[in-house]
């Protein structure tokens, strides 16, 4: 698939033609706390899964692929969205959700 700028799609599913215009990913960790009799935090440690979200934007004409869920070792798509105008080219997004 052509990119536009963009040097990586971080392990996510793209949809298929078009024209990639953005990837970007986020990684988010779990605290998980302790506290006291008073309520102040006695201990705080991060939680050993953290939740890898990987989102992929393209531009033209593009379909969105099939990918079967619950396969955590590939990730799994948790959105799909295709929008068309009269005011531009159609625009696709993917949003792979990745637990490690």
Not at 13 to 26: A, D, H, K, R, V
Not at 31 to 38: E, P, V
Not at 69 to 87: F, I, P, Q
């Amino acid at each position: 698939m052509p990119a536009f700028g963009v040097s990586s799609t971080f392990g996510g599913t793209s949809p298929t033609g078009g024209i990639l215009q953005s990837s970007e990913q986020s990684i988010d960790k779990e605290i998980a706390t302790i506290k006291g009799a008073t309520g102040k935090t006695e201990v705080a440690q991060a939680k050993p899964r953290q939740i890898r979200t990987v989102t992929i934007k393209t531009k033209g004409s593009a379909g969105l692929v099939a990918v079967a869920s619950g396969d955590m070792s590939s990730g799994t798509v948790t959105g799909a969205k295709y929008s068309e105008t009269n005011d531009d080219f159609p625009t696709s997004e993917v949003t792979t959700t990745f637990y490690s």
